[in-house]
């Protein structure tokens, strides 16, 4: 089945001869573009295709949107929140439209897959001149060369699960990057819209993902992300014997010193073999994303989570025997439909237990198409508030508890980034993932340093460099 979801060579070729025709067009007009991204590290990932493709068109890419003379936004349906951003960001370019009405707005990503989404853009957004989904990331430039060259208003929502491979990509500064291993999911978690927007779990072939790591670390990459939905399903779609613990071990032999990172993970799919291919290869980072949703098993039954808190916990025991002093962070969805007091004691006991590094705590947000959104909700906005609080509280202090532990420790840090403060001009991470503002003699974003934990905060520990 992979075969026929590889985008043909034919295909890819065509859109690549609509890149130099909107070449051709804008040549010598110093036209720039703006790019916006909601969501997941996919859409980002996303984003930066599409980045490229603008690019190798003449496009210059700016961050001021009212310099700009194409403006994208790559939207995210995961909460109601992130599509009333997007809707707001939207909104508020009417005027801009108004003043420069050549200039071009486009909408893709996740939201645009759903029809409700379309019909209300349709309706009552007229300033987006280009709307594309998903599926139809790769035909980019057929769709910007209509969106310059035709008056009415173009809108590409359909398509097939597909994977392109070859596409022109512009990635952010500094040392980190994203690499795509898979793309949609199958898991249907009765809570979340991203299998009805992204589409079935489709994997990238070995080789192709070898090629593409070989050259980001030629090109001095030095923290690498694979990025799936559920990466611990890798594999199951290719019919070729290899699974996730397997590509690790094959990108862990590349030569090069980088850490490589990947999320997201689900527990009913990890396993004690991941961990000791974890274990095993040295540049895979001892840090594991692996989201519990809710500590109830009731809760997560009616998830379709497929795992209870038990073997959950079962799981956390085999990763920290394996890898002592592993970093944990996890996903906790709070206000489920139906959830009780007592459910949500069952989520901070788990908490308590296992003692995360970091959490990401959300208040459920009902999805219109998925089957949770039916359910009967009887807790009241107020209670969900408060355990949302209790919770937060309850991390906070176990934060600064393990946070202290650091205190005086020598840590391998991978400076990425410039700080606010004066006094610890740079931000790093540590193998585990935590941020660390350093301070020290000649520091230059994108090394590997050895540095000394001097003080630690809630947020971030702070460091010198030996
Ligand atoms: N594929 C990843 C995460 C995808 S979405 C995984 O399975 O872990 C990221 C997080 O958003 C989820 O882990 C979940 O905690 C949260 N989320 C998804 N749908 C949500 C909803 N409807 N309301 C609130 N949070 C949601
Ligand atoms: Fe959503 Fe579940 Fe798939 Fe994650 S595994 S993307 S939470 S359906
Ligand atoms: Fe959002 Fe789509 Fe990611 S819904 S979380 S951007 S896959």
Wanted: hydrophobic share 40%; proline share 4%.
């Amino acid at each position: 089945m992979s075969e026929s979801a590889i985008v043909s060579q034919e295909e890819l070729q065509n859109q690549f001869t609509y890149m130099d025709a909107v070449a051709e067009l804008i040549r010598g007009r110093h036209l720039r573009a703006y790019t916006h991204t909601f969501g997941c590290q996919q859409n980002e990932a996303d984003t930066e295709r599409i980045r490229g493709m603008l690019h190798e068109m003449g496009y210059e890419m700016t961050e001021e949107i009212d310099k700009a003379d194409f403006i994208l936004y790559n939207t995210c349906a995961v909460r109601e929140h992130a599509e009333d951003r997007a809707f707001g960001n939207i909104g508020a370019l009417s005027h801009l439209k108004k003043q420069r009405p050549d200039v071009i707005i486009a909408l893709c990503g996740c939201m645009v897959q759903q029809e409700k989404n379309v019909e209300k853009i349709k309706k009552s957004y007229p300033q987006v001149k280009l709307l594309f989904g998903t599926h139809a990331l790769w035909r980019f430039p057929s769709l910007l060369y209509r969106a310059l060259t035709e008056k009415k208003r173009i809108f590409d929502i359909g398509g097939v699960d597909d994977i392109a491979e070859g596409l022109p990509v512009l990635r952010g500064h500094g040392p980190k990057a994203w690499l795509s291993i898979m793309y949609g999911c199958n898991n249907f978690c009765t809570y979340c819209i991203v299998p009805y927007v992204r589409g079935r779990e489709r994997s990238r072939r070995p080789e192709e993902i070898e090629k593409e790591l070989r050259e980001l670390v030629a090109a001095g990459y030095k923290e690498i992300t694979l990025l799936g939905q559920n990466v611990n399903s890798y594999g199951k779609d290719l019919g070729l014997d290899v699974d996730f613990a397997d590509l690790l071990r094959r990108l862990n032999a590349v030569p090069g010193d980088f850490w490589l990172r990947f999320m997201t993970s689900h527990p009913k799919d990890a396993s004690p073999r991941l961990f000791d291919a974890m274990a095993d290869c040295k540049k895979v980072a001892k840090q594991l994303h692996l989201p519990f949703q809710s500590g109830s098993d009731e809760i997560l039954r009616r998830m379709n989570r497929r795992y209870t808190a038990e073997s959950y916990r079962a799981l956390i025991v085999d990763a920290r025997r394996k890898m002592p002093g592993i970093t944990l962070s996890s996903d906790i969805i709070v206000g489920f439909p139906g959830e009780t007091e007592a459910d949500f004691e069952q989520t901070l006991a788990l908490v308590q237990d296992i003692q995360f590094d970091l959490l990401f705590t959300f208040l459920y947000s009902p999805r219109s198409g998925t089957p949770a959104a039916t359910y009967e909700d009887p807790a009241t906005p107020q209670q969900k508030q408060a355990w949302f609080e209790r919770l937060l509280q309850a991390q906070d202090a176990i934060v600064a508890q393990r946070q202290a532990a650091y205190q005086g420790r020598t840590m391998r840090l991978l400076v990425d980034g410039t700080a606010k403060g004066p006094d610890y001009p740079f931000t790093a991470r540590t193998e585990g993932n935590l941020l660390v503002c350093v301070r020290g003699e000649n520091i230059k974003i994108g090394d590997f340093i050895e540095a000394t934990i001097e003080k630690t905060s809630l947020r971030c520990l702070f460091a010198v460099k030996q």
